[in-house]
Antibody
Framework: QVQLEESGGGVVQAGRSVRLSCAAS????????MHWVRQAPGKGLEWVAF????????YYADSVKGRFTISRDNSKNTMYLEMNSLRPEDTAVYYC??????????????????WGRGTTVTVSS | DIQMTQSPSSLSASVGDRVTITCRAS??????LNWYLQKRGKAPKLLIY???SLQSGAPSRFSGSGSGTDFTLTISSLQPEDIAIYYC?????????FGQGTKLEIK
């Protein structure tokens, strides 16, 4: 069964750090690019970060750049999000998502086809 | 960054109605546009990718269209289980962005 499971969330004080994990099962993580997406309470989805297959390429939303670090360990089938200098506005449910691709009319298209259930991070001031 | 704007922000319709949600990109994204639905308390779920391709397992009453900057998600006959928030997302750039969401309710 293909699935992702996030862990590591909790209540943390502003300025502190937390590390989220995303464990994949039912498929090989190394075959996919991966993302973190978050959702603040009562708000919409916000893309947070991307990591390439081998971890060499990483991209971040401006709101987290310089504070968050995405990484992966394909041998453990696990992805991570190291979150430093946390702010109250980082309070959210954090989802990991697998990005798959489909060839359509000789062009590759990309979409997030598998999502975890999410882990909640609450940053207290 | 590419901005995605959905309209309307909320929508109320009756069972059996045809429902349309639109999404506009701040620049040309070709057909690199995906649609997701999110039910209350659940993770998002992929509905449509590449603007018009139905994800495996998604009901055939859902369809997508558009290219460039303007896109549409259509539900041909609204069902009670379609109550959700719908999001568009562009995958044109390495920095993915989502629309703000459209909340769909049943009258």
């Amino acid at each position: 069964q293909v699935q992702l499971e996030e862990s590591g969330g909790g209540v943390v004080q502003a300025g502190r750090s937390v590390r989220l994990s995303c464990a994949a099962s039912g498929f090989s993580l190394s075959r996919y690019t991966m993302h973190w997406v978050r959702q603040a309470p009562g708000k919409g989805l916000e893309w947070v970060a991307f990591i390439s297959y081998d971890g060499r390429d990483k991209y971040y939303a401006d709101s987290v750049k310089g504070r968050f670090t995405i990484s992966r360990d394909n041998s453990k089938n696990t992805m991570y999000l190291e979150m430093n200098s946390l702010r109250p506005e980082d309070t959210a449910v954090y989802y990991c998502a697998r990005k798959d691709q489909q060839l359509k009319m000789n062009v590759y298209y990309y979409y997030m086809d598998v999502w975890g259930r999410g882990t909640t991070v609450t940053v207290s001031s | 960054d590419i901005q995605m704007t959905q309209s309307p922000s909320s929508l109320s319709a009756s069972v059996g109605d045809r429902v349309t949600i639109t999404c506009r990109a701040s620049q040309n994204i070709g057909t690199y546009l995906n649609w997701y639905l999110q039910k209350r308390g659940k993770a998002p779920k992929l509905l449509i990718y590449a603007a018009s391709s139905l994800q495996s397992g998604a009901p055939s009453r859902f369809s997508g269209s558009g290219s460039g900057t303007d896109f549409t998600l259509t539900i041909s006959s609204l069902q009670p289980e379609d109550i959700a928030i719908y999001y568009c997302q562009q995958s044109y750039s390495n920095l993915d962005t989502f629309g703000q969401g459209t909340k769909l309710e049943i009258k």
